[in-house]
């Protein structure tokens, strides 16, 4: 294949464009958990993605009070989401699935909820176990996912620890869920539409498609939800209000494209030895209607767990 790369691959720090500043707004976050009544939901919380890096999941749930340390589940009945992308990059996305599977656990049992978004490297880890090398027609040529994970950073420690259990639970997660006047979604593209009019249709879609197990058709929604910037320059607002306006909710929050390439601060020259970008917090952008949770911890930057609603 060369240089060429398969259709819906994930560019990495070397390719992804850089966005210029100007169109994002840095936002400092609470980090007292808000108290919730036995009679009302608890507060609620998201977690960016975060691509195999365990212990720093664990240090960012840890110093919001989600969870002690032993990493067990401290929170009551808080409420937690995940937007997707466990695996690939990091270190250990396997063992990643497995705290987010056991903390569910927990938090049910202490009265909260701790669930968890699809990410378009879910889809493409299901994709390389499932079909490896098998050809599937990328409309510009020929991919297979096995290609695609490996150029998307897949580890071959998670592979070999894979489980039918990971498998199943990530198979069976939802793409896009409405919260407290939050539309959670992963990734910052309008292609949800593709697949429903409600929340409820994108999800049941996607369920099916897996289920199905076609290799081209796995393809096409992994292809399609590794889209990404379609909230940003001067048709993002509208955008993310084809979102809102089919689904419900106030605000769109997302992760996927990194926080540092809608900062314009990776990419420069400069000497300094594991300078990473700097993140303080979650950004609002799309005349404040979106809000991006990815904060690039693959290249030195944040794994982001805040509590929403934020305030300016």
Not at 97 to 106: G, H, P, Q, T
Not at 215 to 233: G, I, Q
Request: charged share 25%; aromatic share 6%.
């Amino acid at each position: 294949m060369g240089d060429e790369q398969p259709d819906g691959y994930t560019p990495t720090e070397r390719d992804l464009p850089v966005i210029r500043r100007g169109d994002t707004v840095q936002v400092r976050t609470v980090t007292e958990p808000a108290p919730g009544s036995e009679d009302s939901p608890g507060p609620l919380y998201v977690v960016g993605d975060v691509h195999g890096y365990l212990d720093e999941l664990l240090a960012a749930l840890a110093e919001q009070g989600l969870v002690d340390a032993d990493g067990k589940w401290a929170a009551g009945n808080a409420r937690l989401w995940f937007l997707g992308d466990f695996t690939d990059r990091g270190p250990d996305g396997i063992g990643v699935i497995d705290l987010v599977m056991r903390l569910s656990a927990e938090a049910a049992a202490a009265g909260g909820y701790c669930k968890a978004l699809m990410g378009n490297h879910e889809l493409l880890l299901i994709g390389a176990k499932r079909f490896a090398d098998t050809p599937v027609n990328s409309g510009a040529g020929t991919a297979t996912f096995q290609a695609a994970w490996l150029l998307n950073g897949g580890q071959k420690a998670d592979m070999e620890r894979l489980q039918d259990v990971h498998l199943q639970w990530m198979s069976r997660l939802d793409a896009v869920v409405e919260q407290d006047g939050h539309l959670l979604l992963h990734s910052d593209t309008t292609a949800y539409l593709d697949y429903g009019s409600t929340i409820e249709d994108v999800n049941d879609t996607i369920t099916a498609i897996l289920t199905r197990n076609d290799a081209d058709e796995c393809w096409d929604l992994f292809r399609k939800l590794t889209k990404r910037f379609a909230f940003r320059d001067e048709g993002g607002p509208q955008a993310v209000r084809e979102l809102l306006s089919t689904y419900g909710g106030q605000r769109v929050v997302h992760g996927h494209s990194p926080i540092p390439y809608l900062l314009g601060e990776v990419g420069g020259e400069g000497g300094e030895e594991d300078s990473g970008p700097v993140i303080n917090g979650p950004h609002v952008y799309a005349d404040g209607l979106a809000i991006a949770m990815d904060g690039g911890v693959t290249m030195a930057g944040k794994l982001l767990v805040v509590q929403l609603p934020l305030h300016d």
